[in-house]
């Protein structure tokens, strides 16, 4: 499942455009209710498609929304408070910048460290990445 919610009073100054979050994950109930999981690590080799699909959509959402930015950042699992970096954060990384040529074309990307937004540099490590359309 993917969602992409409105951030109502982000951390971030984004100025007049609106802030989104990006999450997927597995659709799971929990206390009754329906939620997005996204801590879940299903190792099930779709992680290819999944990514892509995901891109899919952000891009399509970001096509129709020209004020908006779209924030996201990994899930801090086990695997990555161990080795002491976001590991999904990395596969996040990854993906963007192997169709770098492709999503620079249409979208501006900047990264996040320490809550300071600056341009997104390949090869360098985030805390969070934020993505918008080029007006």
């Not at 979208?107 to 969070?128: A, H």
Request: aromatic fraction near 12%; glycine fraction near 6%.
């Amino acid at each position: 499942m993917v969602t992409i919610d409105r951030i109502e009073k982000p951390l971030l100054n984004v100025g007049h455009y609106e802030l989104y979050n990006l999450g997927f994950g597995d659709l799971k109930i929990r206390n009754n209710e329906w939620i997005l999981d996204d801590s879940t690590r299903t190792n099930n080799g779709d992680m290819s498609k999944v990514i892509a699909t995901v891109v899919q959509i952000a891009v399509l959402f970001l096509r129709e929304h020209k004020d908006a930015i779209l924030f996201f950042q990994g899930y801090w699992d086990s695997k990555s408070i161990k080795g002491g970096r976001n590991q999904r954060n990395l596969l996040y990384q990854r993906a963007i910048e192997s169709n770098w040529e492709d999503f620079t074309n249409e979208f501006v990307i900047r990264g996040v460290i320490s809550s300071k937004i600056i341009d997104y540099v390949n090869g360098d490590t985030y805390d969070e990445i934020l993505i918008r359309c080029k007006i």
